[in-house]
């Protein structure tokens, strides 16, 4: 066995994690979160949480540049100004059969390697904002393959105050690395209209919304317990606008008595299609801020404009 082994594994993972420019992090696009933990801090006015950490492209090969993006909504009320992310990551399982051999024999410290980087992204109270970096994975080190499983570990903290930590796996495929021109991730409030819908109704047929170009809202609350039922009946939304409080649950009554199935369409696509079945009840909690405009479909709808329902989801809505 090669002796040298170990230090040189240590040294892919500097190189695997030194090279972001600009801002950023490194996750999977839907990583499997293995622990989130907000940390206690002296100024309470002062908070933020890691909404979303996605890597493009999703299934990474060794050898690759990638573009990481880490979004973080200011659930404080006071301005952020700077960010510091750090990161530890730990190599766990390497593909290669005698390099995992090898790091069987190193301890958790010489599989590990920490990192910090700074930011001065401006966030105000109920917005969010995004870092985004580019690094350069490495492919192999003296002929063996780095394709294998890791694990990072990232500690958000901003103005000076660690406010929280998630630690997440990532797996670097095996493979001829590919060519990618990174483009930029739209927006969270420009997702797009649903490709298709479950009725005859042309997806044309659903107003795109105009995009917004100050910061959105973005805030984001625990489930309150609370339940607003409302009705659906003779093909309409009963209520055309209700006003709810950020984490309560919206409950959609079906009082046809006929075997008239609805499906209830989201036009911006911020939470996908519900179907409602004939004289049941189906429910959704809102545990973000924001409009939510919906869309009454079913079968043989014969042309008929769907019925149109806005749910307008704040912080302290019923005061």
Request: charged residues 20%; glycine residues 6%.
């Amino acid at each position: 066995m090669n002796k040298n082994l170990p230090l040189i594994l240590l040294i892919i993972l500097a190189v695997a994690l030194s090279g972001c420019t600009g801002s950023g992090s490194e996750s999977p696009k839907n990583p499997t979160i293995v622990e989130v933990q907000k940390i206690d801090h002296e100024n309470t006015n002062l908070d933020a949480r890691v909404v979303e950490v996605k890597l493009v492209p999703e299934d990474i090969r060794a050898g690759e540049k990638v573009t990481a993006e880490l979004l973080i909504a200011n659930t404080g009320i006071e301005t952020i100004t700077n960010e510091t992310i750090e990161i530890k990551a730990t190599v766990k399982t390497l593909d290669d059969t005698l390099a995992n051999v090898a790091l069987k024999t190193m301890s958790e410290e010489q599989k590990s390697r920490n990192y910090s980087m700074d930011f001065n992204t401006v966030i105000k109270p109920g917005t969010n904002g995004k870092i985004a970096a580019v690094f350069k994975t490495i492919e192999q080190m003296q002929g063996r393959s780095l394709a294998g499983t890791y694990v990072i570990t990232i500690t958000l903290s901003v103005n000076g105050q660690k406010v929280e930590a998630r630690m997440m796996p990532i797996t670097l495929l095996s493979g001829t690395p590919r060519e990618f021109t990174p483009v930029p991730t739209p927006a969270p409030t420009q997702t797009p209209i649903p490709k298709s819908t479950p009725t005859p109704v042309p997806i044309t047929e659903i107003a795109t919304p105009a995009p917004t170009p100050e910061a959105t809202p973005y805030v984001a609350a625990t489930p309150t317990g609370i339940i607003r039922p409302t009705r659906i009946k003779s093909d309409k939304f009963m209520e055309s606008l209700i006003k709810i409080d950020v984490g309560d649950k919206l409950l959609w009554d079906n009082y046809d008595i006929t075997s008239l199935k609805y499906t209830i369409v989201e036009q911006d696509g911020k939470i996908s299609n519900i179907t409602l079945l004939p004289t049941k009840k189906v429910s959704y909690i809102f545990n973000v801020t924001g409009d939510y405009r919906f869309l009454l479909y079913y079968q043989n709808m014969q042309g008929k404009s769907p019925s149109q329902q806005t749910i307008q989801v704040r912080v302290n809505a019923s005061n």
